[in-house]
């Protein structure tokens, strides 16, 4: 496109960025400002004599620069505003510091510290990134598109959230696209998905929470959050200009309430390719945590008896994956599904609920028959820890952000019944942990196996050191998308999801309990390829990928771009 002031040319020799801008224009977007680092002839040709001082620092050098002035940032989110001012100013030295400190970074600019700056979003606005779509204007969506200035062969991800289920911290408007924004940068820290081709998306559509409403500075639209036909009609016409303009994106869904996640999902997920974090990324990577661990032990999936205690979004995508897995290893749809006992908020789901139990929960609800003879701490209701003593589980997952639901009774009641069990508090942020790594070793008397939501330092228990693994879904989201960009895959389906799963598993090799369940993060750039790769393989064998791929592993590296400043010329 001639009028652009820059483009991307790729060749058999790499990338060349082509600039036809001079002066302060170069300086002033963040994919053509290297600062320091361009060259005495580069300056000349770019008209950039006199515009910063005459040493020109090398990419290492600046790294180790930019780096020294994150380490004085007085605290976690004055961190995540100097990488967010950063990322404003130069986009490869951002990602280029982001990828030699990843596993320090992500937390900042990643959860949990990215809840913060969200809930802080209308007061600190600085520069706008993204397109934010408004539901009082559903005829400005494709303009809104248009205007961020990507043709259809530039785009290969689009991330977009309602902001009803941020993180733990729930309604926050407009603030959400902040979540994009940093589901973004994981996606290109991890997987090298290139920043020029993902767009991040905030969709408005009012909000509940009264402190933003009543807030004089709040940016979002002023009303109660939409809901019903109106919504609908939104995110459908949504949906529809997203993929006629970008025909070849993976449409990604961040951060959406309990109520639409897993609707809006089946609605739409067998006509387009879609992929709902929450429910399917955080399935994938507590399933990797879970198929490592009973792979360790020489059992079967389908040997299992699992609790989930929080049966919302997460929780039930977890169930659903693990299911399929059971289901693949020669169990019927109804015997996979006994293996699974999910609490929501009124105890055990059960078929006596009723019209209070959710669509999506509905194929896990026990029917009186399960329960009989149960001994109930609290007459009727059926809570945690009579599902513990009832079932005798092999693994325990919370997902309810009930911090301390994993009790020492509970704990030691499943460790009692279970040679090796796997218990897997997964609430964010750390207050809300169901139970630390460090009651849980003492509980089990070493024995359990263990992954957390939240990172957690080691645990030293009778003179060995327990690693706790963390179920972060960075290990799976950046490859999946990484892999469907590959292969521009036309759906993401239940294999490849469990193709993503089997792959993290495969990686993580533990054969001792106090040996991490999941790969480290510092192996995400290692992950997300042996990920996009199981996922490109998958989508082949099922005939949802529309690109002959002839060396897969070739075509995984090539697509991941890498933090370098590529060759330069001036036009």
């Known amino acids: 496109m001639a009028s652009r002031p820059f483009e991307f040319e790729s060749g058999p020799d790499g990338t060349r960025l082509r600039v036809r801008v001079r002066g302060n224009d170069v300086l002033s977007h963040p994919l053509t400002n290297r600062g320091t680092a361009f060259t005495k002839a580069e300056r000349d040709a770019l008209h950039l004599n006199g515009l910063m001082p005459s040493g020109v620092t090398p990419l290492e050098s600046q790294v180790t620069r930019v780096y020294q002035q994150y380490s004085q940032q007085k605290d976690a989110l004055s961190k995540n505003v100097y990488l967010s001012a950063m990322r404003d100013r130069n986009e490869v030295l951002f990602y280029r510091l982001l990828a030699e400190h990843l596993e320090e970074m992500l937390p900042i600019v990643y959860t949990p510290t990215i809840g913060e700056a969200i809930q802080r979003y209308s007061h600190w606005y600085n520069r706008p990134r993204g397109v934010f779509l408004s539901i009082d204007d559903p005829e400005g969506i494709e303009n809104a598109f248009l205007n961020y200035g990507l043709d259809p062969e530039d785009v290969d991800l689009v991330v977009a959230t309602d902001s009803e289920g941020i993180l733990g911290i729930g309604d926050q408007g407009v603030g959400g696209v902040q979540i994009a924004v940093g589901k973004l940068s994981v996606y290109t820290a991890a997987a090298g998905i290139h920043p020029?081709?993902?767009?991040?998306?905030?969709?408005?559509?009012?909000?509940?929470?009264?402190?933003?409403?009543?807030?004089?500075?709040?940016?979002?639209?002023?009303?109660?959050?939409?809901?019903?036909?109106?919504?609908?009609?939104?995110?459908?016409?949504?949906?529809?200009?997203?993929?006629?303009?970008?025909?070849?994106?993976?449409?990604?869904?961040?951060?959406?309430?309990?109520?639409?996640?897993?609707?809006?999902?089946?609605?739409?997920?067998?006509?387009?390719?879609?992929?709902?974090?929450?429910?399917?990324?955080?399935?994938?990577?507590?399933?990797?945590?879970?198929?490592?661990?009973?792979?360790?032990?020489?059992?079967?999936?389908?040997?299992?008896?699992?609790?989930?205690?929080?049966?919302?979004?997460?929780?039930?995508?977890?169930?659903?994956?693990?299911?399929?897995?059971?289901?693949?290893?020669?169990?019927?749809?109804?015997?996979?599904?006994?293996?699974?006992?999910?609490?929501?908020?009124?105890?055990?789901?059960?078929?006596?609920?009723?019209?209070?139990?959710?669509?999506?929960?509905?194929?896990?609800?026990?029917?009186?028959?399960?329960?009989?003879?149960?001994?109930?701490?609290?007459?009727?209701?059926?809570?945690?820890?009579?599902v513990v003593r009832g079932v005798h589980p092999t693994i325990l997952i919370g997902t309810s952000g009930q911090p301390g639901a994993f009790t020492e009774a509970i704990v030691r009641d499943m460790a009692a019944h279970t040679s090796h069990p796997i218990v897997m508090p997964l609430s964010n942020p750390t207050s809300l942990a169901e139970a630390t790594p460090?009651?849980?070793?003492?509980?089990?008397?070493?024995?359990?196996?263990?992954?957390?939501?939240?990172?957690?330092?080691?645990?030293?228990?009778?003179?060995?050191?327990?690693?706790?693994?963390?179920?972060?879904?960075?290990?799976?989201?950046?490859?999946?998308?990484?892999?469907?960009?590959v292969c521009r895959a036309t759906r993401v389906s239940d294999g490849m999801i469990a193709a993503a799963a089997e792959a993290i598993a495969g990686i993580s090799g533990i054969t001792r309990p106090e040996e991490p369940l999941l790969p480290s993060i510092t192996q995400l750039r290692y992950v997300s390829a042996t990920v996009a790769l199981a996922v490109v393989k998958a989508a082949q064998g099922e005939g949802l990928a529309t690109v002959e791929i002839g060396n897969p592993v070739q075509a995984v590296y090539q697509r991941m771009w890498h933090p370098v400043y590529p060759e330069l010329e001036a036009v």
């Open 438 to 485: 460090a009651q849980i070793v003492e509980w089990t008397g070493g024995k359990a196996a263990i992954a957390t939501g939240s990172p957690f330092a080691p645990v030293v228990y009778q003179n060995r050191t327990y690693h706790v693994a963390q179920a972060n879904n960075a290990l799976v989201f950046p490859g999946l998308g990484l892999g469907v960009s």
């Open 196 to 386: 020029r081709r993902a767009i991040p998306v905030v969709l408005d559509v009012g909000t509940d929470n009264l402190e933003l409403l009543n807030d004089d500075l709040y940016l979002g639209v002023r009303h109660a959050r939409v809901r019903g036909e109106r919504y609908d009609a939104f995110i459908e016409k949504f949906v529809e200009v997203t993929t006629r303009l970008y025909p070849h994106a993976m449409l990604h869904w961040e951060d959406f309430g309990a109520s639409n996640a897993h609707r809006i999902l089946e609605r739409y997920r067998g006509e387009i390719c879609t992929f709902n974090d929450d429910v399917q990324g955080t399935a994938a990577v507590v399933a990797a945590a879970a198929l490592a661990g009973v792979k360790a032990l020489g059992e079967r999936m389908s040997d299992q008896r699992i609790v989930v205690h929080g049966a919302g979004t997460a929780g039930v995508g977890i169930a659903d994956l693990m299911r399929d897995m059971m289901i693949r290893e020669g169990l019927s749809p109804e015997a996979a599904n006994q293996r699974f006992w999910c609490l929501g908020s009124r105890g055990l789901i059960t078929t006596a609920l009723g019209d209070r139990v959710r669509d999506f929960q509905r194929p896990y609800a026990r029917s009186d028959q399960d329960v009989t003879g149960w001994r109930l701490t609290t007459p009727g209701r059926i809570g945690l820890a009579d």
